[in-house]
Structures are given as structure tokens and as C-alpha cells.
């Protein structure tokens, strides 16, 4: 009897990454599509069913020869339903993910938050198995967390893990949310490119957008901002730095309500800069913490850019084991 199949999907801000993998979990096919910057629901949708297909290709089945296929969505998810998704295009009220999924790819879809299913993916396969307890944070075009607690997964009424909304300065920078001094508004992406836009404008000098047309690229993407560390650009330096002091408190706050034992630093930003980084925010987070004697550990997400679509994955393989 030939092996049970699932698909997996990561929507992000920036890119779609969809993978196909057995029931032991590994990866049999892998694909990835920029996620539209224009349009709505419709246009992520038809572009979230091209990776699927692209990705079954490679793994050389048909998409309906799937037993089913997760999502992990940014914004609230609800019963298949997906809300509050700002850093997609158009995505400002709730739209019925799974179902127009289900109808478009004719299989069984399930959809959770992107960063918790990512966090539950670091948790079961990656950094996190030796850990009882652990705050997911994943740097990319936004700032989402996720949460294990005592060895099971905490999402609340649907919106828990909400790090990028929490205030690090009253007052603060603008978020995309429309309220003030969010870690989002200091730390996200696509909240340092419109920062490193507004510096340009004042006459500060970088070369952070001529590394993004050098690559082909129409947004400040992970890379570009790694490779424009790697030149010294000194605004590239001093947003990502500001960006880190954000990081540390914020997540310093986190670990003083939930004390887990260890913190997963992830997303496009986290894995590309890597361990290094990771220490700086730990560093950051030290004089914000209130047990400063015994601090959590800070490890890099193990999984790399495929943990979000695996961890989608696993929502199917989880239930489907449970059963």
C-alpha cells in the first residue's frame, strides 16, 4: 500500500510556499510563488492552487491524490474562515478559505494561523522538541508569534499569538492595524521598507533598493536586506537595529506573562539572518525581563522557509492520525 500524501501551504505577505509530504513527513515536493501585491482574496487564492499544482508536480502526483491539504493564513482564522489578513492585498473583511479552496483544488482543506502552525511544526520536527513550553516569533513582512503551552497549542478564541499588536511604545509608529506603537510598526518588513523609504526621501543614502532592482526584486525581501547588511549600508544597519530593540521588548513582555522555556525566532527576517541575530534579540530582551537570572533560550527555527508550509501540513496529518 503506497503512502498517504498531504499538501501543505504558507501564506505569507511576500510569498506562497506549498509543499507535498508523506505521512512521516517528508518533503516530496516543493514550491514557491510571490504572493500578489494587487488585487484580493481571489487573485491569493488562484495563486496559492498554482504553487499546490506545482508542487504535486514535483513530487510527480495529481493534487486530488492528496488525502488533504493545510494552510497556514495570516490574520484570524475561524471555522475555515480567514479575517484581519493586512498584509495580504485587499484582504480587509473574512473570507471562506477552506471552502473556496476545497471547491478549487477537490480536496479537503483545513486552514489555521500561519505562525501557530508554524510554531507546532518547530515544536513536533524542529528547535522546539526538546522544550515543554515556547513562544514562537516569526520576522517577515509582519510579526506574528505562536504558542505552546505545556505541550499543547494555546490560540485562544482564534487570535492568540498576536505578538506583532503589542505596544512597545505608546505613542508610537503607525501599524498597519491603524493603532500606534506595535511591535509590527518597528519590526515588520514591510513597516522597515516604508521607514527606509521615508529616510530616503530625507536625503539619507542606501543602497537597500538598488540591491532590490539589482534583483529583480519589487519589495525590500529578506535577502536584500541581508545582503545590504553584508555591504555595511549603515541605514540598512540602523533600521534593523531598531527593529531588534523592538524585538526585545516586546518579546521580553511576552515571556514575562506566559515564562516558557524557550523562544523560536523565525519568519523570512529570522532565518535568513540566522543564530547571530537571534542572540542580539536575546540580548535585547534582557533588561526587559523580570526573571533577568534565568531567561529562555533563543534558538533559530530549525525548519527553515519550508516549517510554515509543513506545519500546515501536520494539521491534516494531526487529525487525521487522532482518527
Same mark, same amino acid.
Given at each position: 500500500m503506497g503512502s498517504v500524501l498531504y499538501g501543505g501551504i504558507d501564506l505569507g505577505g511576500t *510569498?506562497?510556499?506549498?509543499?507535498?509530504?508523506?505521512?512521516?513527513?517528508? $518533503? #516530496?515536493?516543493?514550491?514557491?510563488?510571490?504572493?500578489?501585491?494587487?488585487?484580493?482574496?481571489?487573485?491569493?487564492?488562484?495563486?496559492?492552487?498554482?504553487?499546490?499544482?506545482s508542487a504535486a508536480g514535483a513530487a510527480d502526483v495529481d493534487v486530488r491524490a492528496l488525502r488533504g491539504v493545510g494552510v497556514g493564513?495570516? +490574520?484570524?482564522v475561524d471555522d475555515g474562515n480567514v479575517s484581519s489578513a493586512r498584509n495580504l492585498p485587499g484582504w480587509d473583511g473574512s473570507f471562506p478559505l477552506a471552502s473556496r479552496l476545497e471547491q478549487g483544488l477537490?480536496?479537503?482543506? *483545513?486552514?489555521?494561523?500561519?505562525?501557530?502552525?508554524a510554531t507546532e511544526a518547530e515544536f513536533?520536527?524542529?528547535?522546539?522538541?526538546?522544550?515543554? %513550553?515556547?513562544?514562537g516569533v516569526f520576522w517577515g513582512t509582519g510579526v506574528g508569534g505562536g504558542i505552546i503551552l505545556n505541550g499543547k497549542a494555546w490560540v485562544g478564541r482564534g487570535a492568540a499569538g498576536e505578538i506583532g499588536h503589542m505596544v512597545v511604545r505608546i505613542g508610537g509608529a503607525l501599524c498597519t492595524c491603524g493603532r500606534r506603537g506595535c511591535l509590527e510598526a518597528y519590526a515588520g518588513r514591510g513597516a522597515m521598507e516604508q521607514h527606509?523609504?521615508?529616510?530616503?526621501?530625507? +536625503?539619507?543614502?542606501?543602497?537597500?533598493?538598488? #540591491?532590490m532592482r539589482r534583483r529583480?526584486?519589487?519589495?525590500?525581501? %529578506?535577502? $536584500?536586506?541581508?545582503?545590504?547588511?553584508d555591504q555595511e549600508d549603515k541605514l540598512a544597519q540602523q533600521i534593523i537595529e531598531r527593529?531588534?530593540?523592538?524585538?526585545?521588548?516586546?518579546?521580553?513582555?511576552? $515571556?514575562?506573562?506566559?515564562?516558557?522555556?524557550? $523562544?523560536?525566532? +523565525?519568519?523570512?527576517? +529570522?532565518?535568513?539572518?540566522?543564530?547571530?541575530?537571534?542572540t542580539r534579540i536575546a540580548t535585547s530582551m534582557q533588561p526587559h525581563l523580570f526573571a533577568a537570572d534565568a531567561p529562555p533560550d533563543v534558538r533559530v527555527a530549525a525548519l527553515g522557509d519550508l516549517g510554515g508550509a509543513l506545519g500546515a501540513a501536520l494539521l491534516l496529518t !494531526? %487529525?487525521?492520525? !487522532?482518527s
Open positions: *510569498k506562497i510556499q506549498a509543499v507535498v509530504i508523506d505521512d512521516d513527513n517528508h $518533503v #516530496l515536493g516543493s514550491a514557491r510563488r510571490p504572493t500578489p501585491s494587487q488585487g484580493g482574496p481571489a487573485e491569493v487564492l488562484a495563486e496559492i492552487c498554482q504553487a499546490l499544482h493564513s495570516p +490574520g484570524i477537490g480536496v479537503q482543506v *483545513k486552514v489555521g494561523n500561519d505562525v501557530q502552525v513536533e520536527l524542529g528547535a522546539g522538541r526538546p522544550y515543554a %513550553s515556547l513562544l527606509a523609504q521615508r529616510l530616503l526621501r530625507k +536625503g539619507r543614502k542606501t543602497e537597500l533598493f538598488e #540591491l529583480g526584486r519589487t519589495r525590500l525581501t %529578506s535577502g $536584500v536586506w541581508a545582503r545590504a547588511l527593529a531588534v530593540r523592538a524585538l526585545g521588548a516586546g518579546i521580553a513582555s511576552a $515571556v514575562n506573562l506566559l515564562d516558557v522555556d524557550c $523562544v523560536i525566532i +523565525g519568519g523570512g527576517l +529570522g532565518v535568513r539572518l540566522g543564530q547571530d541575530y537571534a !494531526a %487529525s487525521n492520525k !487522532a
